[in-house]
């Protein structure tokens, strides 16, 4: 185990310096000015020396080159600058707004698990029937559906038609983070948190269900069967224990695309989270703020991975270490 995870401190350092150099390129690359950007509304009030000084203040007057060197350098020393929209450190920025999505995303990926192990367990068990046809309908429907729309569409229902869920934001207006209470949380995450749910839920369905189809056609299914267990007999005795590994593999590996999906989520309904923040670093330039958010993404999505390895091994001891990258 202990060669196992010093590997992947090898993958994870490689992996973060190759997201690093591409990542700088692209932002480089980008048509946006980052002095416009930074500027706003009040780019034709701003004089060419004003300009200069600005692009001076952020280091955006050296060569890409020169301001990757001093980038990565700060990087090694654990600075990752300071954000040129909320004029605060990036790791400060960043720890605000992961905490917030943080509540989002734990919350649909609960969900979705549960939801969709549950859906799929019991339509596979049961395959050819009315009611493996109808959650086969609903998880290839939800498969195409985009995140933003299905956002949209319970935002117009439910807070606009119905007025049973706020509107937007994370706490009601005029409260602050501080005196927010749980279950003034809960209430306004309860769409967002729907939305990455209902969208994420069909991949979990379509796996299970297939694994649950593979297991229950099985020679010690058919064996189970012959000794007179009905088909929740087999599901419990036998099926489930080997749909289980597959179901929290593939859970932890959603992990991105979770991640993809609370930025769109957090666009609709304004959720403060870092999402949101992402977009309006890319649109406004803040390259600092931008690539600390790429990089922590990607330990945050490399961290799941490893974490689904390790229970892979866990529940099924038979799983060595030897070989594993």
């Not at 339509?123 to 959650?135: I, K, P, T």
């Not at 309860?190 to 020679?219: E, F, N």
């Not at 991640?259 to 390259?287: K, M, N, W």
Request: glycine share 10%; with cysteine; hydrophobic share 55%.
């Amino acid at each position: 185990m202990t060669g196992y995870l010093l590997r992947r401190i090898v993958h994870l350092a490689a992996l973060l310096a190759a997201v690093s150099v591409l990542s700088f390129t692209l932002v480089s690359m980008s048509p946006i000015d980052p002095v416009d950007a930074y500027i706003g509304a009040d780019v034709m009030k701003v004089g060419p020396e004003q300009r200069a000084k600005i692009a001076a203040r952020w280091g955006l007057d050296k060569p890409p080159l020169e301001r990757f060197t001093a980038w990565a350098g700060n990087l090694v020393r654990g600075d990752f600058g300071v954000s040129a929209i909320y004029s605060e450190p990036v790791l400060t920025v960043i720890g605000k707004r992961f905490a917030m999505s943080l509540w989002l995303m734990a919350l649909a990926w609960v969900f979705s698990g549960l939801f969709g192990f549950v859906l799929g367990v019991v339509a596979g068990a049961f395959e050819g029937g009315l009611f493996d046809r109808a959650v086969r309908f609903y998880a290839y429907l939800l498969a195409g559906t985009p995140t933003f729309w299905l956002g949209l569409l319970l935002l117009l229902v439910f807070s606009v038609a119905l007025r049973l869920t706020p509107v937007c934001c994370a706490f009601p207006p005029g409260v602050t983070p501080e005196e927010a209470t749980v279950w003034q949380r809960l209430w306004h995450l309860a769409l967002p948190a729907a939305t990455l749910s209902i969208v994420g839920v069909s991949a979990v369905i379509l796996h299970t269900r297939q694994k649950m189809i593979q297991a229950m056609r099985s020679d010690y299914a058919l064996f189970a069967r012959a000794q007179g267990e009905d088909t929740m007999g087999v599901v419990r005795h036998h099926a489930l224990r080997n749909v289980v590994l597959p179901a929290v593999t593939l859970q932890f590996a959603t992990l991105g695309e979770l991640f993809g999906g609370s930025i769109l989520a957090e666009q609709v309904f304004s959720y403060p989270g870092l999402g949101q923040a992402t977009v309006e670093a890319g649109l406004r330039g803040d390259v600092p703020l931008l690539l600390g958010i790429v990089l922590v993404s990607a330990v945050f999505v490399f961290t799941g991975n490893t974490v689904a390895d390790l229970l892979y091994r866990a529940i099924d001891p038979r799983i060595g270490w030897r070989g594993a990258a």
